[in-house]
């Protein structure tokens, strides 16, 4: 059964860059079957996708944040990773990463995911 | 991008059935039968319900279902019970190759 745990600062400053791992266990991050995503949600607020990234590098951003927003893959360590530049106030959130899956060459639902990690933006 | 419109509220009583609507802006929902539902409580990660606009995961209770006409998708909950209070997120792929989540709906078990 797939596991995904986030990892990276809890404390990120303005204008800097944040980085965070998402670790999967249970499972190969190189399957063909799952893809993989990150998904955000500030405090109070609703559920934003980030983007979505398949093994072989093929990504899908949020058009809104796509100029910010980097997601690799590194099938040596069963990871995916999320950089996001250019920090602010309003990058503030609790951070998800989430298997993107779906029958086909589609991924079309996010389960499982992991538990969130909290980034804050403040100098 | 797309939006997908969810009512901020809604709430019933134990025993009750309650329908939370998801209406996309544009026609995306219409487009796909790629809508899913999450369940989220409080200081916890999201909970998938519903994937592919009816389809109920292993270990979802039956009293969720799942239905889509037109731009609008819908979750219903059935048999309403308190541990059902929580907030309820509608997602869809798009036809720019993304995907968007409702505004997300607060169910409260009165």
């Known amino acids: 059964q797939l596991q995904l745990q986030e990892s990276g600062p809890g404390l990120v400053k303005p204008s800097e860059t944040l980085s965070l791992t998402c670790t999967v266990s249970g499972g190969s991050i190189s399957s063909s079957t799952y893809y993989w995503g990150w998904i955000r949600q500030p405090p109070g607020k609703g559920l934003e996708w980030i983007g979505t990234i398949y093994y072989s590098g093929n990504t899908y951003y949020n058009p809104s944040l796509k100029t910010r927003v980097t997601i690799s893959v590194d099938t040596s360590k069963n990871q995916f990773s999320l950089k996001l530049s250019s920090l602010t106030a309003a990058d503030t959130a609790v951070y998800y990463c989430a298997t993107h899956r779906g029958d086909g060459d589609l991924p079309r639902w996010f389960d499982p995911w992991g538990q969130g990690t909290l980034v804050t933006v403040s100098a | 991008q797309s939006a997908l419109t969810q009512p901020a509220s809604v709430s019933g009583s134990p025993g009750q059935s309650i329908t939370i609507s998801c209406t996309a802006t544009s026609g995306d929902v219409g487009a796909y039968n790629y809508v899913s539902w999450y369940q989220q409580d409080p200081a916890k990660a999201p909970k998938l319900m519903i994937s592919d606009v009816s389809n109920r995961p292993s270990g979802v209770s039956n009293r969720f279902s799942g239905s889509k006409s037109g731009n609008t998708a819908s979750l219903t909950i059935s048999g309403l019970q308190t541990e059902d209070e929580a907030d309820y997120y509608c997602?869809?792929?798009?036809?720019?190759?993304?995907?968007?989540f409702g505004g997300g709906t607060k169910l409260t078990v009165l």
């Open positions: 997602a869809s792929y798009t036809s720019s190759s993304t995907w968007v």
